[in-house]
């Protein structure tokens, strides 16, 4: 779509739009002015032989961006069907609910009259927001979340652009991965203690942290129990990640090492699916990895799955045979088309937005009624119909880690490649980026010391 901007240059706010409601940029094309007042904004857009127009109005003591965005909204809603996150753009929905909320507001009436939110989604944003006003109540000041990130999998998955280590190319750095590791963990914990911080949740993510041999995962976990207080923690979960790589054992050291909380994700239970995805496990691989779960004392298990998968015309009977194992978590992602994934590449045929959005709410009725609440989500860039990923749980299984980390509630400190530690102070938020790549993480301790002292400073900045 080609985009002409008169008498602005908000280019990333309208592109936003651009992205919600032609994401394919098919042709057509679309002005977009704002008065010269900056009060009003007009957008005029022509796409498949038909013209819409669209108004709205600046609000007063606020960026023209918001007014930009609707006004392209009431254009494109006239051409396409109404995205099921209406006019609101970004990938925190929840957010914007905490702040109506915060209002005094009913944060579900709020969306849908205020952005034109459908009214299954408000209702859904306005539970999250639930969810994470519960949390920040508990939060204290110096409470934080650790990270500990194991960017090695076993393949590439399809979908996948994230920068992990398939193991078989890099198999040589484990051991010195998990070495460099227990040293920034030792490091960590000396700052944390300095700081008088209280750890309140570890997430284990990846990657595909189940990659991990039980001794190598064993001395983490000791490493972990030896230099931070543990007995204020109130969660530790650990994303094992894909059934093929969960072994009895593991899950034992696991167990053994204090984690409360595991993931086992399977993504789809059908082999042309899986086959599709280059997930080289079968479905009765992830029932296996379950039971073992359970039988190594899981009682809070989380499971992925997503919809619009290459090949996937049974999403919802994949759902229906995890609700039947009773996990306490079950995460419903929506397929992005990542750049840098095989999907993108190959442009590979996926679900379409309709029929994603056909699968989305046939799984939300089927997750409330088996009793499931969501408890966070977020929307991710490149998903077709700008749809959402969302966690639900049971009531009381809320995975505290999401929310902190969705909802910016506390500081997270990242630990191991690829990570991004995220300070939180207040309404300020902080990030210090990690070296990307394992051997780079392995070569240079300098920047993870350089992060540390930076993250120590953070806190004891005079007006923090
Ligand atoms: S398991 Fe996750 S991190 Fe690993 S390749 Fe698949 S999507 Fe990427």
Known sequence: ?????????????VEQAVLNYFPKRDGGSAVVRLSESGRLASAMIEYNGKTARGRAWTQPGSSPDNALRFAFYRAAKQIVTPPPWGALTGVRPVKKALEIRGGGHNVAAELSRRYDVSPARAKMAADCAESAASLR???KPGDFALYIGIPFCPTRCAYCSFVSSAVQKERRLTREYLDTLREEIELAGETVRELGLRLRSIYWGGGTPAILEPDGLSLLLCKLREVFALDGLWEHTFEAGRPDAVT????????EGGVTRISVNPQALHQNVLDAIG???????????????????????????????PGDSRFLDSLENILALCPENITVHTLAKKRGSRVAQENMQVGSAPAVAEMLDGANGLLQN???NPYYLYRQKFTEGGFENTGWSKPGYECLYNLCMMEELCTVLSLGAGGVTKWVGGSRIERLFHC????EYIQRRDIMKDNLSAFAELYRRPNR
């Open 1 to 13: 779509m080609t985009l002409t901007l008169i008498g602005h240059n908000r280019k990333f706010a």
């Open 137 to 139: 109540e508990r939060l």
């Open 248 to 255: 009895a054992e593991k899950l034992q050291a696991a167990r």
């Open 279 to 309: 997930r080289k496990h079968t479905p009765e691989q992830f029932f296996e990895a379950f039971e073992l779960a359970r039988k190594a004392g899981f009682s809070n298990i989380n499971t992925d799955l997503i919809a619009g998968l």
């Open 370 to 372: 088996a009793g499931y």
């Open 436 to 439: 990307k790549y394992p051997l």
